[in-house]
């Protein structure tokens, strides 16, 4: 069982910047890849941007150059800096890991947190 925690949502103006957390036991932050996600209600979820165990990071084309995926191991702790809002960025963010990224997680299970809201609006 794996316990995520997001925060760090909020309203946001177009241009301006939120950073988000996640929160997760030590050993997973430290050894497994974890992912941001992103949801409108009553749309498909959209994966935003993955770190790697080994500290690669990926992105979705719609925030490249404005989003940044880091860790901060010594507190447990993923982030997602978010630069140069739009309204389309507004949504719900998960952190989210699975067993394909993770050795302590069994293959097809996955692990989500319970949300934060980002409104991007003026």
């Known amino acids: 069982q794996v316990h995520l925690v997001e925060s760090g949502g909020g309203l946001a103006q177009p241009g301006g910047s939120l950073r988000l957390s996640c929160t997760a036991p030590?050993?997973?932050?430290?050894?497994?890849?974890m992912d941001w996600y992103r949801q409108v209600a009553g749309k498909q979820r959209e994966w935003v941007s993955r770190i790697s165990s080994d500290g690669i990071t990926s992105y979705t084309e719609a925030v490249k150059g404005r989003f940044t995926i880091s860790k901060d191991k010594a507190k447990d702790t993923m982030y997602l800096q978010m630069n140069s809002l739009k309204p389309e960025d507004t949504a719900m963010y998960f952190c989210k890991t699975d067993g394909r990224i993770c050795p302590y997680i069994s293959l097809y299970d996955d692990y989500w947190g319970q949300g934060t809201q980002v409104t991007v609006s003026s």
């Open positions: 030590g050993f997973i932050v430290n050894s497994c890849g």
